[in-house]
């Protein structure tokens, strides 16, 4: 049975990571637009029409991308039209066989046939051929950038142990996300209250970055709430099921911290189907300092001072056993406004957003690292590597495409 469209698009939202372009015009659409052949924009020998671009965008509003739906539409294919170009320039094509199998892995993300799949983007207006295109030339750039850069570069031993050490790999699964701190002194429900309003009012990036700076007590405030790529493993579970419930662009439901109330936007989620995500074991210290108007000076002037946790003892000798603590723990063990602060930390570095019965708490990481049972897979490792670096690669061969290219609006 064919799945709810809604729920074709959450699985969707989870698994987006082609961008091709949409070249093909049906004819029954055609007669449908006033001018469906305009062009909008040139780039070199080519053009993107009038259709292509409303194709695009209801194809973006469908999948819940974030953003102003036209200027992803048209950034979208702009990226489109260079890459097929390059890969037309080094005489790359693919099959009608590859073409099946790229449209049928594509709806296979949403356990869909590739018929099931198109007759669910269908009922939204969005063609057969459309979908055809925007799989086919995904696979072209993907086959492009690994000819081009498959065997330029290697990755060493030392990489692959850093990457073991720092708990970089071996992810199931990475969230962008986008954060609002609400702190609760006394009874929370003003701040719940607060929290279902903004999650009710706010539809866009922009609009969630507004309240942050406005609301939010999390450092990330002054960047509109924007964390950067956090592996799930980082993160506390039960903040981890409630986001990926969500779309990209989407607000979560309010969720109760100690102290706090937050609410999250996903903005993007990246997933790695050959490796599981195993346990991740932090190691960090709460020093509580005197919540002064000065504690942030202080704060910094006690972390020029030490190089390490360890180095915290000897700043803690002769006060209170319960002003120095250092744990360590599995991520989802750890109390989960700490866990959210940790995620964000590399070892050493230090963050001073928490109080604790009217003391700042200094919490600093000590370390990360994977729970690792049984043998170490390193040329697993490698691989992942290897695809992390073919994507900046390919960030960067597309930049320097557009940059060479003749670019005009008619």
Known sequence: ??????????????SVVLTAPMMAVPHSAAAQAGSPFEAVLRINDSVITRYELEQRKLFLKLLRVPGDPEAEAMKGLTQDRLAV??????????????TAAGMEEFAGRANLSTDEFVQALAQAGVE?????????????????VRGRFVGSFTI????IDRAITSGTVNTAMQLLLSEIILPVEGDPEAQQALARQLRAEISTEDGFAAAARRYSASPSAG?????????????????????????PGQVSEPVTLPNAVAVFQLR??????????????????????????????????????IDTCADLYAEARGLPAD????????????????????AQLDPGEYSTALTRGGARVFLMLCSRAPVVEGAINREAIREQLISRRLTMLAEA??????????????
């Open 1 to 14: 049975m064919t799945r709810p469209f809604s729920s074709l698009l959450r699985a969707l939202c989870l």
């Open 85 to 98: 170009a390059e890969a037309k320039r080094f005489n790359l094509r693919l099959t009608a066989e590859q």
């Open 128 to 144: 057969r051929e459309t979908f055809r295109d925007f799989a086919s030339n995904g696979i072209l750039w993907r086959e492009l």
């Open 156 to 159: 060493s031993d030392a990489e």
């Open 223 to 247: 960047r509109g709430g924007r964390l950067d790529w956090t592996p799930t493993s980082e993160l506390p579970p039960q903040i981890v099921e409630l986001v990926l419930a969500l779309g």
């Open 268 to 305: 993007d989620v990246t997933e790695d189907r050959t490796a599981e995500a195993p346990a991740v074991q932090l190691e960090y210290a709460q020093f509580l300092l005197p919540n002064t108007p000065d504690v942030q000076a202080q704060a910094a002037a006690l972390h020029a001072r």
């Open 323 to 342: 002003r120095l603590t250092v744990e360590t723990q599995p991520v989802a063990a750890v109390p989960a406004d700490v866990a959210l602060l940790l």
């Open 397 to 410: 061969y597309l930049e320097e495409l557009r940059s060479e290219a003749i670019i005009t609006t008619p």
